[in-house]
């Protein structure tokens, strides 16, 4: 009993730290899967490319640079829109500094139906901000990706979204609270449309700012709930890391 004990304190202890929390939901008739991050507990970062230049493009991608390190990929999401060669369309910043630059003016696609915003990554905060105000305040961020539209402005819906919208795709997007503290990522489960979006971040997750990130190409991994989405190469992503690997946890 006494070396299971020890064992079991062990594994806990190798295990990889941290505080996101996924899970699924529904909201409005509607099916969502929803990963809450804690900045003043989880490491959130972007990831492009790899030492060596080259896109990550898929999540194991990331996971096996990380492991290299020592250090896992609990919580990862596609993070913005790209062109055919995976580069950002908007502003994309990181610790390899900046990839392209802020985009202000209107534009074809979601992208360009602004307002559109940007998720800034600070030191001590994490916030979803309006493209024309990030522009005029110019925060302090470690990483940034721009993308669009903004879903909720200021706890107000995005004004070109309508309630009998007939545009269905699963959605993906993050919200952030007043403070800069609380960080949502939310993906659909089923089609919705921008409004039934947007109201999940507003009236049921009570996120005063949110941005979109993209429709069908949306991808999740979340190992919390057995969940790693495959398939065709992705531009920027989000992703929390954590000190250990999955199989430093199961050697323990």
Not at 24 to 53: H, M, P
Request: charged share 20%.
């Amino acid at each position: 009993m006494i070396r299971w004990a020890v064992a079991v304190v062990l594994a806990l202890w190798a295990a990889p730290a941290a505080a996101v929390d996924c899970r699924d939901i529904a909201y409005d008739d509607n099916r969502y899967t929803i990963c809450e991050v804690d900045v003043a507990e989880d490491e959130l970062r972007l990831f492009l490319k790899n030492g060596a230049g080259e896109v990550y493009g898929h999540f194991s991608t990331i996971e096996n640079d990380l492991a290299a390190k020592g250090q896992s990929l609990p919580f990862a999401t596609n993070a913005g829109m790209y062109h055919r060669d995976r580069s950002p369309v908007g502003l994309y910043r990181d610790g390899d500094g900046e990839e392209m630059r802020l985009i202000t003016t209107p534009g074809p696609g979601n992208f360009g139906l602004l307002p559109n915003g940007v998720l800034c990554i600070g030191a001590a905060r994490t916030d979803v901000i309006e493209t024309l105000t990030f522009a005029e305040t110019e925060p302090s961020c470690r990483y940034a990706t721009q993308s669009g539209p903004m879903l909720v402005i200021d706890g107000a819906l995005h004004p070109r979204f309508l309630p009998d919208s007939t545009s269905y795709f699963i959605r993906n997007g993050v919200g952030t609270s007043a403070d800069g503290q609380r960080v949502v990522f939310a993906i659909s489960r089923n089609a919705v449309t921008f409004h039934q979006f947007g109201s999940l971040f507003r009236d049921h997750l009570k996120l005063p700012s949110a941005l979109y990130f993209d429709g069908n190409i949306s991808r999740l991994h979340a190992p919390q709930i057995n969940r790693s989405d495959a398939g065709f190469m992705m531009g920027p992503v989000v992703g929390v890391v954590a000190d250990g690997t999955k199989s430093d946890a199961a050697t323990n």
